[in-house]
């Protein structure tokens, strides 16, 4: 929000900034690192010393000629640094198959706010769903699954790559899987629980970074198990699937924010990503 960093800068309030745009926007002073500010992770400016020179001979130049078919858009490659963002987001699945309905409970542990937006790949010509969840709060909403025996797909998109998506039947027996991260070392933890009298097949991807996982295994009735990734390798960024045989599937992404500057998200522009 350019509005908020003049508010910043020069001591002075703007009316016209609402509530909403001041819990979700910042005064973009986080864009700056005032602790190091010769950081050497900026890589040296280029010499501009012979730029006269180099624009005399841009105009010698034959004039460039536009092509009958335009080359396809591309992602660039690579990584660039990234300053530390104040997210800490969390989406919980929560069945109710006794009311014939799901709950998205969204919440926030960051010192921001977000917007969570959410598509129902079952209904795509209905709107999506868009909540705004301020810093330190949480709100929830249902789903009525009924008209689709129990069937849904949702997907859920945030701020800075956050995203997750929960596929099942609310009339199965469906795992259980809670996320927790380690916001001082960069960690991720999966926990799988089986609630169900039944065992159940899991099985667990990684969808980008080459991050290890379990080989698929059989969770017995009311037992649990839990996998940990330390994520540094990628930048903290993270894509999983967790999926069982009866149709459920959990994929959750994004970046676990440790308070520290970062990288882009190193799989954007790779084509090497696995849905």
Known sequence: SVGQFIEKRFGVTIPAISPWHRAVCSDLTSAFDFETPNDPVFPPMPDTSDHEALDAASKLLPKAVAPDKPSPLYQEKGTRYSRALPYRLHTHLIALPQDQKITLRFENNGTAGAV??????????????????????????????????????????????????????????????????????????????????????????????????????????????????????????HDFTAQSDNGFLHRFAGRVETGKSSISDPAMGTGNLEG
Not at 121 to 142: N, W
């Open 116 to 237: 969570f937006h959410v598509y129902d790949l079952r209904h795509l010509s209905r709107i999506p769903r868009r909540y705004t969840v301020e810093a330190g709060k949480y709100l929830s909403d249902e789903w009525d699954v009924k008209a689709d025996q129990g069937a849904y797909d949702l997907e859920v998109y945030g701020p800075n790559g956050y995203f997750h998506k929960f596929t099942g039947n609310n009339n199965a027996q469906n795992p259980e899987i809670k996320l927790s991260y380690n916001h001082r070392k960069g960690e991720l933890t999966a926990r799988i629980h089986n609630p169900n009298t039944v065992a159940l097949s899991i099985r667990i991807h990684s969808n980008a970074y080459g991050y290890e996982t379990p080989a698929p295994f059989e969770l017995a009735p009311g037992k649990s198990r839990t996998v940990k990734w330390d994520l540094a390798k990628s930048g903290n960024w």
